[in-house]
Structure formats: structure tokens, C-alpha cells
């Protein structure tokens, strides 16, 4: 994958040392959705790393519901179908000259339990919630719709291939 212009922020908040997720490879997979996406513009992902305290605050505020979840993601733009290709270029913040897409919430802890849990790695844990979240703030959903489900799936499986996860 080439260089980017792209500017992915990951920070983690609350979360001890030995629970931590490896930023580098949040980023390299918010750059595999974004390539195979064909994101032709620079834009911005913020990625806050927390603990299910955290997360659970975040989706008790923003969601109402009150209680722990793996991953949140809150796009900055509007689509009208999933996908770079809706994305309105014109939205660029006109100081940075980046596009950007939106907010993701990982909690660490729920990453390395599904990990244990689903018996693979907590890298491909992490890679694979980060795809999914990258997807979502891109606009692809996959509650209502059969083929949404099926599409988000698709892209999934194609950065995890990319990455080196099966």
C-alpha cells in the first residue's frame, strides 16, 4: 500500500498497559479500507482506544443504551448511498485541506475477550473491528439490509486478506 495523505489520529484513554491495541495496526487497517475503497482525497479518522467504562459512557450519551459494546463509529458526512464514491469532496475543511469522515470508539477489553472468545488473534480482533467501523462511518450499514450485510462482509474480508488475516 503507498503513502498516504490521509491522517488517521488513535489514541488510547483509560485502558492499562497490558490491555493496549496496537495503534500501528489500527491505522494501517483505516488505510487498507480507505484504499480498497478508492479514497482519492485526503481525510480524517480519529480512533479512541478505551475500556468498557468508557465505551459504555459513549453509547450510554450518544445511543441511549447503557452498557458495553465492541465498537462505535460516528460519521462526520452524510451519504445517500455506502461507499467513497458518495463521498461530497467539497466537505474538506478548508485550514487542513483533509475531508473528515468520522469517529470510531474501540474498547480494548471487548477486543481481546472476542479474540479468546472467537479463538483467533487479538490483531485480527483489532483489524477486523476497525474495518468494520471504517466501513460504517463510510456509510455502509448491515442491520436492515441483506446485501448491506453481504457488501460490509465483502470489504471486511478483502482488508483482512490485504493485512495478512484470514
Known sequence: MKQSAHKIYARHSGV???????????????????????????????????????????NSEFRNIDEPTDVLSFPMQEFSSPGWAAIDREAADRETGLLPLGEIVLSAERVINQAR??????????????????????????????????????????????????
Not at 493496549?20 to 491505522?27: D, E, F, V
Not at 479514497?39 to 459513549?58: F, N
Not at 436492515?144 to 490485504?162: I, Q, Y
Open 16 to 58: 492499562t498497559k497490558p490491555h493496549r491495541l496496537s495503534i500501528p495496526l489500527i491505522k494501517r487497517c483505516v488505510l487498507g479500507v480507505l484504499h480498497i475503497e478508492r479514497a482519492d482525497a485526503p481525510c480524517e479518522v480519529s480512533v479512541l482506544i478505551t475500556g468498557d467504562r468508557g465505551i459504555q459512557r459513549i
Open 117 to 166: 472468545e472467537y479463538g483467533q488473534s487479538c490483531e485480527r480482533e483489532t483489524a477486523y473491528l476497525t474495518a468494520h467501523a471504517v466501513l460504517h462511518i463510510l456509510g455502509y450499514d448491515h442491520v436492515d439490509e441483506a446485501e448491506g450485510k453481504k457488501t460490509m462482509r465483502e470489504r471486511e474480508n478483502s482488508v483482512l486478506k490485504e493485512m495478512g488475516f484470514k
